[in-house]
């Protein structure tokens, strides 16, 4: 008996201080992932051209922010339709740039920039809030980017719906707290909230998991 006694109170002891603990419900163990549902289901086998405004004065202080952030959401889209075989034709950003250098009043208007590159639908972000560096303290470094979602249906006729308003995208890189600026850390910063953002917007377009 005193054997048995023994064993009982090592069991437990082990449950209750071990690396895993035995009495935990299996269903708290391992990864748990929710299939999210796109926002946007209609770009499947059509032409799709991503436009992005940003004010003057983020154009002043980041020259290319447009270009890139344009580049990095057409990239993302491109590649996972692709994985996904949905089909959708996405237009180079350089043409979508070129065409709004020399055009400066399509920055704010979609559609006569989705007519002149032959989209199907434009994907329209209007960049309402972009910073690199903490604007309370400028020695330390994390990326926000705040936009609004919009895409725009050309082919639509008449009478239809031809704008469709979709849920704003609003990122922090890094998502916990800022870093010290450096030469090092500001590209990353930089590179890190692109990707995100890309990520954010793209995925509205989709079917896609997320850890839960």
């Known amino acids: 008996m005193k054997h048995a006694y023994w064993k009982w109170v090592g069991l437990i002891s082990l449950a209750a201080f071990g690396g895993c603990n035995l009495l935990t419900p299996l269903i708290f163990m391992g990864e748990h992932k929710k299939l999210v549902s796109p926002e ?8 799709v051209a991503v436009h992005v405004w940003t ?24 590649s996972q339709s692709g994985q996904r075989n949905l089909e959708v034709e996405v237009v180079d950003s350089r043409d979508v740039e070129d065409f709004v250098q020399r055009n400066l009043n399509a920055q704010v208007d979609p559609r006569v920039v989705g007519k ?14 972009f910073q690199i560096r903490d604007p309370m303290q400028p020695q330390f470094l ?17 009478d ?15 998502e916990t707290a800022p870093v010290l600026f450096s030469a090092t850390n500001s590209p990353m910063v930089r590179e890190g909230v692109y990707r ?17």
């Open 40 to 47: 946007f289901d209609k770009l499947a086998g059509h032409r």
């Open 55 to 78: 004010d003057p004065a983020t154009l002043f202080d980041y020259p290319f922010a447009r270009f890139e952030l344009a580049t990095y959401v057409a990239e993302k889209l491109g």
């Open 116 to 129: 002149k590159v032959n989209a199907d639908y434009v994907i329209f972000l209007e960049i309402l809030d």
């Open 142 to 158: 994390r990326g926000r980017i705040h936009a609004s979602v919009s895409v725009h249906d050309l082919r639509a006729g008449a």
């Open 160 to 174: 239809a719906v031809d704008r469709y308003e979709l849920t704003a995208v609003d990122c922090y890189y890094p």
């Open 196 to 212: 995100m953002f890309a990520d954010r917007v793209a995925r509205k377009f989709y079917e896609h998991t997320l850890d839960m």
